[in-house]
């Protein structure tokens, strides 16, 4: 599966922006989704995933009650909305995709559950 993040872009601080994952090559409704982000220097951090189904989710605590992570399993996309972005938000975005047959919401912030990724969208947040 080939994933394509975008949606990304320069915006001020309080913006809000909403991210899109589109996947092509197979149907990804079996999967369990996620974005994550880097920042130059930095390690690759977890920011939301959900499962298969849409019905849950889990955000890391810089992304809880900001960011809304959403799926549409008919047109194979995901999405990231981002709100009251910060300085500290700057970042690469990524989205990935856990292949394993079943979905571990307890892992799921963890790089390694990740087999396929896209090739990231930039994020810019001026304070």
């Known amino acids: 599966v080939q994933l394509q993040a975008s949606g990304g872009g320069s915006v001020q601080a309080g913006d809000s922006l909403k991210l899109t994952c589109a996947a092509s090559g197979r149907p990804f409704n079996g999967f369990g989704l996620a974005w994550f982000r880097r920042v130059p220097g930095k390690e690759r951090e977890f920011v939301a995933a959900?499962?298969?189904?849409?019905?849950?989710?889990r955000y890391s605590d810089s992304a809880k009650g900001r960011f809304t992570v959403s799926r549409d399993n008919a047109q194979n996309k995901l999405y990231l909305q981002m709100n009251s972005l910060s300085a500290e938000d700057t970042a690469v975005y990524y989205c990935?995709?856990?292949?394993?047959?079943?979905?571990?919401?307890?892992?799921?912030?963890?790089?390694?559950?990740?087999?396929?990724w896209g090739q990231g969208t930039q994020v810019t947040v001026s304070s």
């Open positions: 990935a995709l856990d292949d394993r047959d079943v979905w571990y919401s307890d892992s799921a912030h963890l790089l390694s559950e990740y087999e396929s």
């Open positions: 959900i499962g298969p189904s849409g019905a849950s989710t």
